[in-house]
């Protein structure tokens, strides 16, 4: 890796110290790069020259600093299943700072790096610093399935693995993914604040957040925008970003499983990728997270818990001055965000032109249907729009099809107000309705594979999901429902 190509910058280190400590990583030993995903390299204006390098490793698997980087862990706080769980932090991640690349447009940006899993920090409380392969396996490759969709996320820029032990149910071995971002600021990064009552801190990350990545949206303090104008600005964008992604969420099936206020990027992106799951069978109140004992985090209830979770985010600038009234009033919002943007997406994926009164009736029999007979969620989006040529596909996902052939009649009369044609629903419908998501029996295979040393199930997952909405000839495998072992895989918060 040539560092004059590289440009690196440490706009949070220049925070006050108290957002962050400065420290040593602990690097893995003898460690080997399992994967590079090359659209997250090219977006760092890096090559695989440059990611074959020894230094590339180096910095990969934390045994050194980013060429002109501030290595740090940042501490924030949260809400952990309704409850405030005081201090917590990067208790196993390093920024290593900021490196100048493009975006989707082309557009440059400083995208920073953040190791998972490089070892202990202040924060660790009982933790190693350590994150597993198996976690880190899921991690990276659900960032870019994420990014595939088209959904905000993180990215996951390398794997790196080590034999060096790491101690859960069993003794597993250790990895490093290198996330990528524009910012890693989460909900409890305000709520850490707020808590401490540092009034003088929470402005100060207000403002950083504000300048740096919401420059476009929110106004800044002047003679015509009273700080309060500026918060309520802030926070209707974040609210807009959290609605649409709770939509974006529901609209492939994907269940985040840890929704505490300290895994919320602020940025409105999908973070830390835990026991996550996408669906396969349907069900209403899936919950992926096997420590979920209450179901707090289902599937259903994810939209109402990024509202609670934006209400814990709001009420920290109470403490700025802000009116919680008019605040209030902004959160109030949330609700009616979240219902144009899921019935944007829902309208879409049943191939109808626009969302029209009675929709919603439509829309909910579909739920019922599915969930009745836990049909595959995915490929019943799939292959409902192949009906007009062939039923067979979709009533296949179906032990009884009874009340899915009195849904498509209701169907069938709704798309007669539709002005496209058959063939050209059936096309818009593909490109919103994925053929691949990273079904938890897929992530399993990669690690087990990954495990004996074989990276090529990662691999192959790396390009179907790359572009989830193409069939890729010869890749099949990866658009089918689980067999039986991989129906009830238990996924919890060991990471
Ligand atoms: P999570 O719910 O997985 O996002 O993690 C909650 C908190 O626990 C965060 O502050 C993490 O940094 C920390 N944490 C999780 N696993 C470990 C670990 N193995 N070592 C240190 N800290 C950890
Ligand atoms: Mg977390």
Redesign the pocket.
Known sequence: MKQSNLTVSNEFAALSPAFYTRLKMQGLTDPTLLHVNPDVLAQLGLTMDDARSPQFLSIMSGNADLPGGITLSAVYSGH?FGVWAGQ??????HLLGAIRGTDVDGKPTDWEIQLKGSG??P???M?????VLRSSIREYLASAAMTGLGIPTTQALCLVGSDDPVYRETVETAAIVARVAPSFVRFGSFEHWYAAKDTTRLRELLDYVISHFFAQEVPRQDSEHTLNDVIERFVDVVIERTATLMADWQSVGFNHG?M?T??MSVLGLTI?Y?PFGFMDGFQINHVCNHTDTQGRYAWNAQPSVGLWNLYRFANCFVALGADPERLKGRLERYEGLFIAAYRQRMVAKLGLDVWKEGDDELIDGWWRVLHEQSADFTLSFRYLSQIDDDEGGLRSLFADTTALEQWLVTYRTRLQDNDSDAQTRARLMDQVNPLYVLRNYLAQEAIEAAEKGDMSVTDALLQVLHDPYTAHPGMEHYAQQPPAWGRELEVS?S?
């Open positions: 952990q917590l932090g990067d208790g196993r991640a202990k920090t924060y660790s409380r933790g190693d610093g350590r994150a840890v505490n300290d895994n830390d835990g918060c990471s």
